[in-house]
């Protein structure tokens, strides 16, 4: 849910063709849009808070967020598994300690994600069909 403003912009983007013709163009106005875009709409759909700011930060790699661990830092963290955030130094990301982690333990997550790779795409193949 927290990635539901990609959808909105991918439907706006159609009225552009220039932006939807473009896929480095749509992906970009994606990764500029997406995440403040979700926190409106889930707010709009009237969500809880939590969920609202999870939308809306995401993203936000050095979230100073509150003492205890939310959803944000949950869906950032799983950001992290899956490789949005890029080459962001693990250690620098406050949700990580937040969630009782350390860097090491989300790069064990990652290469046991890495491994299993193929498990994962047969089990996605499965669930589609």
């Given amino acids: 849910m927290h990635d539901i403003g990609a959808l909105a912009v991918i ?19 994606i990764g500029a849009l997406r995440t403040q875009l979700s926190g409106m709409i889930l707010a709009k ?5 939590e969920l609202v700011t999870a ?5 936000n790699w050095t979230r100073q967020g509150p003492d205890r661990a939310d959803y944000a830092d949950l ?18 990301v406050p949700a990580v300690s937040r969630l009782g982690l350390t ?5 064990e997550g990652i290469e ?18």
């Fill in 45 to 49: 759909w009237a969500l809880p808070a």
């Fill in 75 to 92: 869906v950032i963290v799983a950001q992290l598994h899956d490789g949005v955030a890029g080459d962001v130094d693990i250690a620098a």
């Fill in 112 to 129: 046991l994600l890495h491994d299993a790779h193929e498990e994962v795409a047969a089990a996605k193949r499965l669930l589609a069909s």
């Fill in 55 to 59: 939308a809306k930060e995401a993203e």
């Fill in 103 to 107: 860097a090491d333990d989300v790069g």
């Fill in 11 to 29: 439907a706006y983007a159609r009225d552009f063709p220039e932006v939807a013709d473009n896929p480095s163009a749509l992906e970009s106005s």
